[in-house]
């Protein structure tokens, strides 16, 4: 896209309004970016066909810095509510993208932006069919925000849900834990460090589909664990089954110079937010098998088991320490908070 | 990770257990002074694993624990009269009479999270028209930090920079505790990070004045069992020494660089200790010729006081004369998501610790 023939740099009031400029907005950088069939109707919503079950799932985007190592907020904006509905076993169709951005953006920031959800989109499978744009006065907003809300057919084998967990199931986590907080964490201000730590901010759902295609039903739930991280996730899930979870500090996939960072950094991994990784509750007999499989898919190559159900403290979630100590995981309470030394 | 997994390691922290339970022969209190410690017991499941046998105390030394609230009323009032205020992480949750840091800055005040105060001089001379506070707590371990702060604001002329001091000293913190009526502490667990700077000759007078054996103690897994292993050989043998486990990091006469930094701007005082109460010479506080960046007196706020909350028995815990899970509040009036005291809000404090690790739970 040649920005110069935009004959605006920023993003202003006026492209909010309504009027003419929302509309040279919409047809210059959102219509030309992203044409299909049902975004072309150029309609105030979209009509759409899905002939099975639907999964819905929406999500806002508020992360600071916009823009960060392996990503930005629009690719985030994507993959975030494209694996939530695939974690509801569906496969993710549509999305509606609706920004609210704070005046004086950057043009050429909001066009990378608009850029990456295209690429994203096209990546995971999904048309976006509607959208928004509102613009508020400086100091009301942090840049952007984005809000996208997915639609998908549910997988015709799968039975996602959290009472078909049994004890003796396995948890499986596709690949390193703690990446993506951490990468966002060492651009932030006052914390920057020298890393190479890159958000792995991806789709999962042609993996989580496949798995869905093998194994089916035998697959009792997925979960994604971005905020909270992988604490809160395993143990808002603990509190919903007559079981207990366990899991093993030794056998969390931890990449090395995370674990360094969240050490010199005061934080817990395992509450640390992710990005392109989910959790598999599963049949203890397909485990080893959905293993191998997701092993061999580029979105699954780290992927391994950290623990099972058990029918041991129901509601609570046990992670065994590498040293053989036992400690409860709690949900994260607030946001994790660097101790002081 | 070197110098940290080999601290982690199973088998060598299973055998120093077994030679625990192998020499151990009565029950023998044992405090660790840092929260540092208490935490790495309770995430790493070690107070399960110790022989009954063993009791663990724990002990005052976390900084946002014993944070007296007046400091936290202090630093909100800087707050709400458009001071950029700068703190530690784990400080802003802490409830002040009111309400804590965080509270604050929901309300519309400018609240930084740090991790160095260094950073803190930055935002004052990125700032110049707004006045920057960095809220300075913390043992011996962040003092050379916060008073390096000030030497770089003073070097490079910035006026619009001063800290609220709320330094607390580890040795007059034991004394009190040993000479508390109801203390039945048999040894300590001296804290290896504030050991790394002081050093630990402060150490002998106590050992020798209360007959305690004082083991200087790491904070991984190994570290722990092993300066527990050395605690309980004392005891048994009836020896009252200072030992140092944390030898890889802590020298004798600590880090004389940082020493030298802390005793140029900062000069000890007296210390009011949440819960405890004030202890004689047990803090630093800014030397007379540093008064421009002391922000008690810079904002005139060193006369605000307010009383601490009757239902929290932080005092007790912080000295160990009660565990968390017999208070009274604890997991009831008093949660991680709605604190009566300091304790419950930090990663280090007792209760949050039991509240969000311990074995205690597990069953219940």
Redesign the interface.
């Known amino acids: 896209m040649d920005l110069s023939e935009l004959g605006f740099d920023t993003i202003n009031l006026g492209h909010g309004s309504g009027g003419l400029m929302t509309r040279e907005l919409l047809d210059k950088i959102i219509f030309r970016t992203f044409s299909n069939p049902f975004l072309d109707q150029k309609h105030d919503g979209a009509i759409l066909r899905i002939d099975n079950k639907i999964a819905i799932s929406t999500d806002s985007f508020v992360i600071s810095p916009i823009f960060f190592k392996g990503g930005n907020i629009g690719e985030l904006a994507v993959n975030g509510t494209v694996n939530d509905v695939a974690m509801c076993g569906a496969i993710p169709k549509y999305l509606s993208l609706a920004f609210i951005v704070e005046e004086g953006l950057k043009i050429e920031e909001f066009v990378d932006i608009v850029n990456s959800i295209k690429i994203a989109a096209d990546e995971s499978g999904v048309l976006i069919v509607t959208g928004d744009t509102k613009v508020v006065e400086r100091g009301k907003g942090d840049k952007i925000f984005i809000n996208t809300t997915g639609f998908g057919e549910v997988h015709p084998k799968a039975n996602i849900s959290t009472e078909n967990i049994l004890a003796g199931d396995k948890i499986i986590v596709n690949g390193f834990i703690a990446q993506h907080g951490m990468a966002i964490m060492s651009q932030r201000e006052?914390?920057e460090f020298e890393s190479t730590i890159v958000s792995d901010t991806t789709n999962v759902n042609f993996l989580t589909n496949k798995l869905l295609d093998k194994f089916g039903d035998k697959i009792h739930l997925f979960r994604d664990p971005t905020r909270g991280g992988v604490a809160s996730v395993l143990s808002e899930i603990a509190i919903d089954i007559d079981n207990g979870i366990t899991i093993f500090e030794d056998k969390l996939p931890l990449e090395?110079q995370v674990?360094?960072a969240c050490?010199i950094?005061g934080l817990d991994p395992l509450y640390v937010a992710n990005e392109g990784v989910f959790i598999a509750i599963v049949e203890a007999d397909v485990a080893d098998e959905m293993i191998s499989m997701m092993n061999d898919d580029e979105k699954g190559r780290n992927a391994v088991c950290i623990g099972e159900i058990t029918e041991d403290?129901p509601n609570?979630v046990?992670m065994?320490?590498?040293?053989?100590?036992?400690?409860?995981v709690?949900p994260l309470?607030?946001e994790q908070?660097?101790?002081?030394? | 990770?070197k110098y940290?997994s080999e601290y982690?390691?199973?088998e060598a922290?299973?055998s120093y257990l077994k030679l625990i339970e192998g020499s151990i022969t009565r029950p023998w209190n044992i405090m660790e002074i840092c929260g540092?410690q208490t935490?790495g017991l309770?995430?790493?499941?070690?107070?399960?694993?110790l022989p009954d046998k063993v009791r663990m105390i724990h002990g005052p030394g976390c900084?946002?624990c014993v944070t007296p609230l007046n400091l936290i009323d202090k630093a909100i009032e800087l707050l709400e009269n458009d001071v950029i205020v700068c703190s530690?992480?784990?400080?802003?949750?802490v409830p002040g009479s009111k309400k804590s840091l965080?509270e604050a800055k929901a309300s519309g005040g400018d609240l930084?999270?740090?991790?160095s105060p260094l950073?803190a001089v930055n935002?004052a001379k990125n700032n110049p028209d707004k006045e920057v506070v960095f809220f300075a707590?913390?043992?011996e371990?962040?003092a050379p930090a916060n008073a390096l702060s000030v030497l770089h604001a003073q070097k490079e002329n910035i006026k619009n920079y001063s800290i609220l001091v709320s330094h607390v000293l580890v040795p007059p913190a034991m004394e009190a505790i040993l000479d508390d009526e109801f203390s039945n502490i048999d040894a300590f667990l001296g804290a290896g990070?504030v050991c790394a700077i002081m050093g630990f000759q402060e150490y002998y007078p106590l050992a020798e004045k209360y007959k305690i054996p004082i083991i200087i103690t790491g904070f991984e897994?190994?570290d722990l069992v092993q300066g527990i292993y050395m605690a309980v050989q004392q005891l048994e043998k009836g020896f009252h020494k200072v030992e140092n486990q944390y030898a890889r990091i802590v020298k004798e006469e600590g880090n004389k660089a940082a020493l030298k930094v802390i005793h140029q701007i900062f000069e000890v005082g007296d210390r009011e200790w949440r819960g405890i109460g004030v202890i004689p010479s047990s803090g630093y506080r800014l030397r007379k010729e540093f008064k421009d960046f002391d922000a008690e007196l810079k904002f005139g706020i060193n006369n605000i006081v307010v009383p601490e909350n009757s239902d929290c028995i932080a005092g007790e815990i912080l000295k160990g004369i009660k565990k968390p899970f017999e208070c009274s509040q604890f997991g009831k009036k008093c949660t991680?998501?709605k604190p009566l005291g300091a304790p419950m809000v930090?990663?280090?404090g007792a209760c949050a610790a039991y509240?969000?690790?311990?074995?205690n739970?597990?069953?219940s």
């Open positions: 006052g914390l090395k674990a360094a050490e950094l403290h609570k046990v065994h320490s590498s040293i053989g100590g036992k400690r409860i709690t309470i607030g908070l660097p101790r002081i030394c | 990770m940290l982690r390691n199973l922290t299973q540092g935490h309770v995430k790493n499941g070690i107070l399960e694993l900084p946002v530690f992480g784990d400080m802003i949750r965080m930084r999270i740090l991790y950073e935002i707590v913390g043992f371990t962040t990070h897994s190994l991680p998501f930090s990663s280090e509240y969000h690790f311990s074995n739970l597990i069953s």
